[in-house]
């Protein structure tokens, strides 16, 4: 995934730009950078890895150094950013947080326009930042540029760019992810989390539409591109990896999930389940895991806990037998609330399945009687196609994709029979969730039903992207 920050101020920016840019933290595991501009000494960046190390830690001596009244910050899953790019249009750096899933084509297009070169990452991959930016800048300006790079990239791709004078920020065409701006006396900012500014003394003032396009100075913002008509917001980020406290289309992230949690709750009336204690997976499922308790009246309990103090991140290790090994040494057991115990166990979502499995085997193996698990979404049944949120390489790594290939024999059973496996009211679903129960050896599995997800959102369903869940664009 990825997270963004950017400062335009009448003082020094940078206080804010580096507490801005850390709340983003969760976004992303693997690299970090900021990029100020001074007018005395021009442009000035720092890029750093944060695979083995916090954000803070390892920008606190730039934060010494780095000095300007206009600022751009990011945490990104892959590439190094921000860019510092010379072009026509001037020296502006660039930060960018999507998906490009037809970069072969765009290099061969800007190849044969004007014979541009790319700096190659370590893998062979060009920076997608990069690649926007030589986008951007084959338009005589930087607004006719963003919306040339937005047309063309397929995918999705939002766009912070500073120049001397300002900040162009730029929500990717279908308003995929979130851009907020806020406000206080001598300073503006734009982001992904609209928390992030909140402790900064910030209010919130305008929340950007799908495609449209701003320019941020520090005596405020202009749209400069309105915004289109079509919006398909990404469902996952109140479900799993949007912070707590933050809010997107008006809607508050940890609300949400109580909302959510009480909807499995509903559906569960009928099925005679009668948990002792009802637990979230942390971090994500909690909340969830507390809109059930609300609703149900069984009691709210963390028969776990996650240490925290030296583990980093479960999903950060590049290797996934590392992620594995990390998620179980985290989680340390409350032996009392689980011996003897039936517990309902909530999770954000099941992927591969490898760490619930051994989640539930590490409930079992310290005394409970009963594990029943409630994902908060429906079945994955689709990589997504918009945003680098998974660290998956093929659909087939999805749980739900190897046992519907054991059901139906085939590793590619058409769009027919894979939207049957969609439906929670057919029989193939069903086969399909009682598979993964007793491969991942559950006392019972039920996911989130599509429909009551989208009910809990609240947003018109055509305004929400749903596609890992249905295959639907």
Known sequence: MGGFFGVASRGDCVFDLFYGTDYHSHLGTRRAGMAVFNKGSGFNRAIHNIESSYFRPKFERDLEKMEGNLGIGCIS??????????????????????????????????????????????????????????????????????????????GSMTILL???????????????TPVEIGQKPDSFCVCFESFSFLN????????????????????????????????????????????????????????????????????????????????GVPDSGVAHAIGYSNESGIPYGRPFVKY?????????????SRRNLIAKMKLIPARELIRGKKLLLIDDSIVRGTQLRETTEYLFNNGASEVHIRPACPPLVFGCKYLNFSRSNSEMELITRGVIEKLEGSADPGPEVLERYTDPDSSEYAAMLEEIRTRLKFTSLHYHRLDDMIEAVGLKPCDLCTYCWNGKE
């Open 200 to 279: 900064l003394g910030y209010n919130p003032v305008h929340e950007l539409g799908p495609g449209e396009i701003d320019f941020i100075t520090p005596d405020g913002y202009e749209i400069l591109s309105k915004p289109l008509d079509r919006l398909k917001i990404c469902t996952f980020l109140w479900i799993y990896y949007g912070f707590p406290a933050s809010t997107y289309e008006g809607l508050n992230v940890e609300n949400i999930r109580y909302r959510c949690g009480a909807a499995l709750a509903k559906r569960d009336r009928d099925r005679g389940i009668s948990p002792d204690i009802v637990a």
């Open 162 to 176: 500073m120049t001397e004078k300002g900040i162009y920020a730029a929500r990717d065409r279908y308003g995929r």
């Open 77 to 154: 899953d892959y590439e190094p950013q921000p860019l510092i790019v010379r072009s026509h249009h001037g020296t502006y750096s660039i930060t960018t947080v999507g998906k490009i899933n037809n970069s072969p084509e765009l290099e061969k297009l800007l190849f044969r326009n004007n014979h541009a070169q790319f700096l190659e990452m370590s893998g062979g991959d060009i920076n997608p930042t990069e690649l926007t930016a030589s986008l951007i800048n084959q338009k005589d300006s930087i607004v006719e540029g963003i919306r040339y790079a937005q047309e063309m990239i397929k």
């Open 308 to 320: 925290t103090a030296t583990w980093p991140r479960s999903f950060m290790p590049t290797h996934q």
